[in-house]
């Protein structure tokens, strides 16, 4: 919470349009307080959020903090690499305030020094990333996040944000993953992270530094370059997707998941054109396709 004269120069560059209706910096927390100052509670997630609006607005009392109840997902049990590389994975949408500019820094740097790192969003990105070292799967329902982590072999993940976080729903999806995460010192998250074994807080210096700090903690602390790496797979080919493939199939990869392995799946007619390399082992799900299912399991 800078002081309202900062806030007065910021205001008419921010790339939001929502604060523009007051003008100034001082009329926004004018109004702001007023409203404020009428309400019989605020309630605040994250004891830095509450930090911040007693800076903006001194002497609030009605004030208190009340953190989100964190979203649960299973807990991986990472024990294997399909890809050589240090994955950094990100999570949700990727815009300027969540670290887009940081994300793009960090893959200039990758790419001049060909490092072997990529950058995996689970989620979405407002700006198109043209770079070999960047990918990003598209949007995601919660439940589908396990499953993601070990498809893109991601090996820590990291919230780039460049504003302080009011509570950061991802972060804590990330440890309820049993996964490793890296920050920066600002909002938050900062709060969970220090307390958690696989939690590291780094500063936002240069794009070398970042990589070389994740890197380090990846490798050294979470022992990711101890990690075999088994490029193979489990593949399942279902002639239809079902009420009955969510138990017979969806299952199964859940349970593999948890020992983790990953998995895909796809339906009989994409079989004659797939590349069964690198999977271990196939699984033909309630297939009568007579014609492409003796083909395709010559092909595994």
């Not at 990105?125 to 589908?144: K, L, V």
């Not at 074994?197 to 990711?224: M, W």
Request: one cysteine or more; glycine letters at 4%.
């Amino acid at each position: 919470a800078a002081d309202a004269e900062v806030c007065n120069c910021c205001v008419p560059r921010n790339r939001s349009n929502a604060c523009l209706d007051y003008q100034t910096g001082s009329m926004w927390r004018t109004e702001w307080r007023k409203f404020l100052e009428q309400c019989d509670e605020i309630t605040a997630f994250s004891d830095d959020s509450a930090r911040l609006l007693k800076k903006a607005y001194p002497g609030l009392g009605n004030l208190r903090v009340i953190p989100h109840t964190p979203h649960y997902l299973p807990a991986l049990d990472k024990k294997k690499k399909t890809t050589d590389t240090l994955n950094i994975g990100l999570l949700g949408v990727l815009c300027y305030k969540k670290g887009l500019q940081v994300v793009k820094d960090l893959l200039r740097v990758i790419e001049e020094q060909k490092l072997n790192i990529t950058i995996r969003l689970l989620g979405v990105s407002d700006e198109e990333i043209d770079s070999p070292a960047f990918s990003q799967t598209g949007r995601y329902t919660r439940e589908m996040l396990p499953r993601l982590t070990l498809e893109q072999d991601i090996d820590i993940f990291l919230i780039p944000s460049i504003w302080p976080e009011t509570f950061s729903y991802t972060a804590s999806e990330i440890m309820s993953m049993n996964m490793p995460i890296a920050v920066f010192p600002i909002g938050a998250p900062v709060e969970r992270v220090v307390k958690y074994e696989k939690g590291t807080v780094i500063e936002n210096g240069t794009p070398e530094q970042i990589l070389q700090d994740i890197s380090t903690f990846a490798l050294e602390k979470c022992k990711v370059g101890a990690m075999p790496v088994d490029k193979r797979k489990i593949l399942f080919i279902g002639e239809e997707i079902s009420f009955a493939s969510r138990y017979r199939v969806e299952h199964f990869r859940e349970q593999l998941l948890m020992h983790g392995v990953a998995s895909d799946f796809i339906q009989v007619e994409e079989a004659l054109d797939k590349d069964f390399s690198n999977y271990q082992t196939v699984v033909f799900y309630r297939c009568s396709d007579v014609e492409r299912v003796p083909v395709a399991a010559q092909m595994a």
